[in-house]
């Protein structure tokens, strides 16, 4: 069964062809990423605008070898995300779907990043997962506006453990990356600067918090760090001697606190639930010292950590997510909902 996946939550236009949810066939992405650097953030009216004038092209370009008969399922990124984005996917999935006749599976976006670890060949040069996850599986989702760990007992069966209370994991890495100057989209330029900082220095001794490592609850929060993260940014500020090295030495205690924190609440998940594997998802899951941290955490318990491209958004995900979920749903009753949350 081939699905065709579409992804316009955000910033990101992506189409792509998935068989029988595991075999990656072709994978289109642009993105508007270079306008929103210029503004610092994502300007959800310029997104929605490139998401309108890059969806047709990217749909030609990810069908120019595939004839529409040989397209099972529409498959569609219907929430959470900018509404003016969003609408662009869904109405193009729609329309695609009444005009060929095919069904229309609309996919939730959180749900559909954890379908990366189920993407395990095709297309040359991704590093795909290694074999299949066993049920029940525990999730840490982690991506710009949620940080979750989930008891997956099987498709379709998504228990939420636990989530953040105020700020998701990504968006601190994001708000603290902005105050150190660095460029739009900040995660990956916070984790490229952490690398400039040797951990043996004892030149600077920065200590952020771990909010929450010791609580009872497989809950989050990350707004107490992103505070003190600007504290230690604003008293070096006044003493005048805000150094590369200085900026170097926080962003690698950011992302060490941040790191710190998944991976406890994430043994601590595991140490619980008794999952048969363990499975990284969304855009944090991107950061390299996160996937080493829980490489070298997680001994007994298959890990599954998806490809660095695959992390992110992407419409693979979507329609692998299509596959095994199988909601197909009326043309008419398929909606954009920016708010959706994992268990809607
Ligand atoms: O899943 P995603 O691509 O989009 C959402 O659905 O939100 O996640 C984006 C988030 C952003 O906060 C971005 O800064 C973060 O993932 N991110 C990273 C890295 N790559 C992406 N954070 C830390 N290190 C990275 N390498
Ligand atoms: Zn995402």
């Given at each position: 069964?081939?699905?065709?996946?579409?992804?316009?939550?955000?910033?990101?236009?992506?189409?792509?062809?998935?068989?029988?949810?595991?075999?990656?066939?072709?994978?289109?992405?642009?993105?508007?990423?270079?306008?929103?650097?210029?503004y610092g953030g994502i300007v959800p009216?310029?997104?929605?605008?490139?998401?309108?004038?890059?969806?047709?092209?990217?749909?030609?370009?990810?069908?120019?070898?595939?004839?529409?008969?040989?397209?099972?399922?529409?498959?569609?990124s219907y929430g959470p995300g900018l509404?003016?984005?969003?609408?662009?996917?869904?109405?193009?999935?729609?329309?695609?779907?009444?005009?060929?006749?095919?069904?229309?599976?609309?996919?939730?976006?959180?749900?559909?990043?954890?379908?990366?670890?189920?993407l395990t060949s095709g297309i040359e040069?991704?590093?795909?997962?290694?074999?299949?996850?066993?049920?029940?599986?525990?999730?840490?989702?982690?991506?710009?506006?949620?940080?979750?760990?989930?008891?997956?007992?099987?498709?379709?069966?998504?228990?939420?453990?636990?989530?953040?209370?105020?700020?998701?994991?990504?968006?601190?890495?994001?708000?603290?990356?902005?105050?150190?100057?660095?460029?739009?989209?900040?995660?990956?330029?916070?984790?490229?600067?952490?690398?400039?900082?040797?951990?043996?220095?004892?030149?600077?001794?920065?200590?952020?918090?771990?909010?929450?490592?010791?609580?009872?609850?497989?809950?989050?929060?990350?707004?107490?760090?992103?505070?003190?993260?600007?504290?230690?940014?604003?008293?070096?500020?006044?003493?005048?001697?805000?150094?590369?090295?200085?900026?170097?030495?926080?962003?690698?205690?950011?992302?060490?606190?941040?790191?710190?924190?998944?991976?406890?609440?994430?043994?601590?998940?595991?140490?619980?639930?008794?999952?048969?594997?363990?499975?990284?998802?969304?855009?944090?899951?991107?950061?390299?010292?996160?996937?080493?941290?829980?490489?070298?955490?997680?001994?007994?318990?298959?890990?599954?950590?998806?490809?660095?491209?695959?992390?992110?958004?992407?419409?693979?995900?979507?329609?692998?997510?299509?596959?095994?979920?199988?909601?197909?749903?009326?043309?008419?009753?398929?909606?954009?909902?920016?708010?959706?949350?994992?268990?809607?």
């Open positions: 069964m081939t699905i065709l996946g579409i992804e316009t939550t955000c910033d990101e236009t992506a189409v792509a062809l998935v068989e029988n949810g595991t075999v990656l066939k072709t994978t289109i992405l642009a993105t508007s990423l270079d306008i929103h650097i210029k009216d310029k997104a929605a605008r490139e998401q309108l004038q890059s969806i047709l092209p990217i749909l030609t370009e990810a069908l120019k070898n595939t004839n529409p008969s040989k397209i099972d399922a529409i498959a569609v509404i003016g984005s969003l609408l662009i996917g869904v109405e193009t999935a729609k329309s695609l779907a009444l005009a060929w006749n095919k069904p229309l599976i609309p996919v939730n976006h959180l749900i559909g990043h954890i379908y990366a670890n189920w040069g991704v590093n795909y997962v290694q074999g299949i996850p066993e049920f029940p599986a525990l999730v840490l989702l982690v991506s710009g506006g949620h940080s979750e760990l989930i008891l997956m007992k099987g498709h379709k069966q998504f228990e939420l453990l636990g989530s953040t209370r105020d700020d998701a994991s990504g968006e601190c890495f994001d708000k603290c990356g902005r105050l150190l100057s660095l460029p739009y989209p900040y995660g990956p330029y916070v984790e490229k600067l952490a690398l400039e900082h040797d951990p043996q220095s004892k030149e600077f001794s920065i200590k952020l918090p771990r909010p929450m490592l010791s609580s009872n609850d497989l809950n989050f929060s990350f707004s107490g760090l992103k505070t003190a993260f600007l504290y230690e940014f604003k008293n070096q500020q006044n003493l005048g001697n805000v150094s590369e090295q200085f900026k170097a030495a926080l962003a690698y205690e950011l992302q060490e606190a941040i790191t710190d924190v998944l991976v406890t609440k994430t043994l601590n998940a595991a140490a619980r639930f008794h999952p048969k594997s363990i499975l990284l998802a969304g855009g944090v899951a991107a950061n390299k010292r996160l996937r080493e941290k829980m490489q070298n955490s997680v001994k007994d318990i298959p890990l599954f950590i998806p490809p660095l491209k695959l992390c992110t958004d992407n419409a693979a995900v979507i329609a692998s997510s299509a596959f095994f979920n199988q909601n197909v749903t009326e043309i008419e009753e398929v909606n954009a909902d920016p708010s959706l949350t994992i268990t809607s």
